[in-house]
């Protein structure tokens, strides 16, 4: 089992992308990548998709925001959340999160369906 990490092509900034390949879980959260821009960004809206649909209870996608230089994690920019027997989730940031160079973003996996906890998942941090 591996995290990978997707990038954008073209014009512009892409968003952050977490790709989790197979079924997901809470004990890897630390083997997936901590992102950065290199310049402020402001992120408006977390999506996720999932090509097996959690059973029995919902997936929830946790986005944080860290130091850089300390590795320090900070507060959550927000969550989205996938419900059982779905299979994308659409979070609208009520307060759009800007992202500074000095900062990072990290995604956790904080909960999986009870059933089938859901399979190959992709979170996005969509910049504005």
Do not use: C, H
Request: no cysteine.
């Amino acid at each position: 089992m591996g995290i990978f990490v997707l990038t954008g092509e073209g014009g512009g900034i892409s968003d952050y992308v977490w790709s989790f390949p197979g079924t997901i879980n809470t004990v890897n959260n630390n083997q997936i990548a901590r992102l950065t821009k290199g310049v402020s960004v402001t992120v408006d809206t977390l999506d996720a998709v999932i090509e097996t649909a959690p059973t029995g209870a919902s997936a929830i996608f946790n986005v944080r925001r860290g130091t850089i230089s300390t590795g320090v994690l900070g507060a959550s920019i927000g969550t989205v959340t996938i419900l059982a027997g779905a299979y994308s989730g659409t979070t609208a940031l009520g307060t759009p999160a800007v992202i500074d160079p000095t900062e990072f973003l990290v995604m956790e996996i904080t909960q999986t369906g009870s059933g089938v906890p859901g399979v190959t998942a992709t979170v996005f941090a969509r910049i504005a």
